[in-house]
């Protein structure tokens, strides 16, 4: 055999070398896009599951304890509270909007589905439209949360059949 027919094995071997490592890579490739898709899949349900278990354990305050149900109910129908009762329903409302803003958040990062939003969007319109809550909002939630989500809040409002929300200031 001469040198020539061993380089010409020597290219044959290499090239069929090169053409197993494509194939090994490819194959890793799509391994690993199946892991990915499987891990984004995952990490959607888990934030799907922490954004209701937020919504839950607040509601779970109102389940478990009367006291806290009625106070809550006070509130949003603008009795007059003492001052520890209005700042236990501030906190409540800061507590519950928190976790929509939290939400709101995810949604403009893409973290999370829309349709959390859309489909609970009546009940924080009933809330910011009740005269406490709409109380709240003016006197508070307009100045702890960031200006992104009060004018999504808001805008959502004036879309609803609700109305708007006073813009007067509320004492």
Same mark, same amino acid.
């Given at each position: 055999?001469?040198?020539?027919?061993?380089?010409?094995?020597?290219?044959?071997?290499?090239?069929?070398?090169?053409?197993? =490592?494509?194939?090994?890579?490819?194959?890793?490739?799509?391994?690993?896009?199946? +892991?990915?898709?499987? #891990? *984004? $899949?995952?990490?959607?349900?888990?934030?799907?599951?922490?954004?209701?278990?937020?919504?839950?354990?607040?509601?779970?305050?109102?389940?478990?304890?009367?006291?806290?149900?009625?106070?809550?109910?006070?509130?949003?129908?603008?009795?007059?509270?003492?001052?520890?009762?209005?700042?236990?329903?501030?906190?409540?409302? =800061?507590?519950?909007?928190?976790?929509?803003?939290?939400?709101?958040?995810?949604? +403009?990062?893409?973290? #999370? *589905? $829309?349709?959390?939003?859309?489909?609970?969007?009546?009940?924080?319109?009933?809330?910011?439209?009740?005269?406490?809550?709409?109380?709240?909002?003016?006197?508070?939630?307009?100045?702890?949360?960031?200006?992104?989500?009060?004018?999504?809040?808001?805008?959502?409002?004036?879309?609803?059949?609700?109305?708007?929300?006073?813009?007067?200031?509320?004492?």
């Amino acid at each position: 055999m001469n040198w020539e027919a061993i380089g010409a094995i020597g290219e044959l071997v290499g090239g069929l070398a090169v053409v197993l =490592t494509l194939i090994y890579i490819a194959f890793q490739v799509r391994q690993s896009s199946k +892991q990915i898709d499987q #891990h *984004s $899949r995952a990490l959607d349900a888990s934030t799907f599951y922490a954004a209701g278990e937020g919504f839950n354990r607040w509601f779970a305050l109102l389940i478990q304890d009367e006291a806290i149900a009625d106070l809550w109910h006070r509130g949003l129908t603008g009795e007059s509270l003492n001052p520890t009762g209005k700042m236990r329903f501030n906190s409540m409302a =800061t507590m519950l909007f928190t976790t929509l803003e939290n939400n709101f958040h995810q949604i +403009q990062l893409g973290t #999370h *589905s $829309r349709n959390t939003l859309e489909l609970s969007k009546h009940y924080w319109v009933q809330i910011l439209t009740s005269p406490g809550g709409n109380a709240w909002w003016i006197r508070e939630g307009r100045i702890v949360f960031t200006p992104e989500f009060v004018e999504a809040i808001e805008d959502l409002i004036d879309a609803s059949d609700f109305g708007h929300v006073e813009s007067k200031t509320v004492s």
